[in-house]
Every structure is written in structure tokens, then in C-alpha cells.
Nanobody
Framework: QVQLVESGGGLVQPGGSLRLSCAAS????????MGWYRQAPGKERELVAH???????NYADSVKGRFTISRDNAKNTVYLQMNSLKPEDTADYYC??????????WGQGTQVTVSS
């Protein structure tokens, strides 16, 4: 089992920045990929970015050049630095972890609101 706890959401003005954090605990050595998804009201959950255990990163086109995912394996934590935020980035953001045996785990979600 893997437990994920997110932090760092909130209200920010357009053009502002936020950093989300997700701390993993439990069977952390089983984790391959860690990432962030988001779900806006009335929309399906979508991938924002993920990073593999080897450090390979993937981003949604909508966030490329604005968001940066990073992973600190010593702290079992993944971060999402979000810059140049837009109102369309408003969503609940969920941390995810996928294990080498293809089990998926989710955090409880953190709300990000971009509004003036």
C-alpha cells in the first residue's frame, strides 16, 4: 500500500505561481511513476505531468513551459511548480503513484483556483 498526501493548493491571481507537494509513505520502494492529474468541474480527470523513477518527465501540452514536475526520492516527495497560472488551470489537483506491479494510488486532492 502507498499513501499520498498533497499540500500547496489555494487561490492565486492569473499570472501567479503555486507549488504543490505530494508526500508518499508506505511501500515507497514499489513506486515507479509519480504524477499529477487535475479535474475541473464538469470535466474528466486529465494528466498534468508525471515523472518516472528514472527521471523521465511528461507534460500535458496545455502546461508545457509553465509547469515543472520534480521528484525528490530521498524525501519520497513529488512537486509541481506552476507558473503563469491561467483561469483554465482552476481544478482539483490529484497526486498519483503507479507501482512497478501496475497498482495505482491517489491522494485526496487539493484545490487550485486561479481568479482575480
Amino acid at each position: 500500500q502507498v499513501q499520498l498526501v498533497e499540500s500547496g493548493g489555494g487561490l492565486v491571481q492569473p499570472g501567479g505561481s503555486l507549488r504543490l507537494s505530494c508526500a508518499a509513505s508506505g511501500n515507497i520502494f514499489s513506486i515507479d511513476i509519480m504524477g499529477w492529474y487535475r479535474q475541473a468541474p464538469g470535466k474528466e480527470r486529465e494528466l498534468v505531468a508525471h515523472v518516472t523513477n528514472s527521471g523521465r518527465k511528461n507534460y500535458a501540452d496545455s502546461v508545457k513551459g509553465r509547469f515543472t514536475i520534480s521528484r525528490d526520492n530521498a524525501k519520497n516527495t513529488v512537486y509541481l511548480q506552476m507558473n503563469s497560472l491561467k483561469p483554465e488551470d482552476t481544478a482539483d489537483y490529484y497526486c498519483s503513484a503507479s507501482t512497478f506491479s501496475a497498482d495505482d494510488y491517489w491522494g485526496q486532492g487539493t484545490q487550485v483556483t486561479v481568479s482575480s
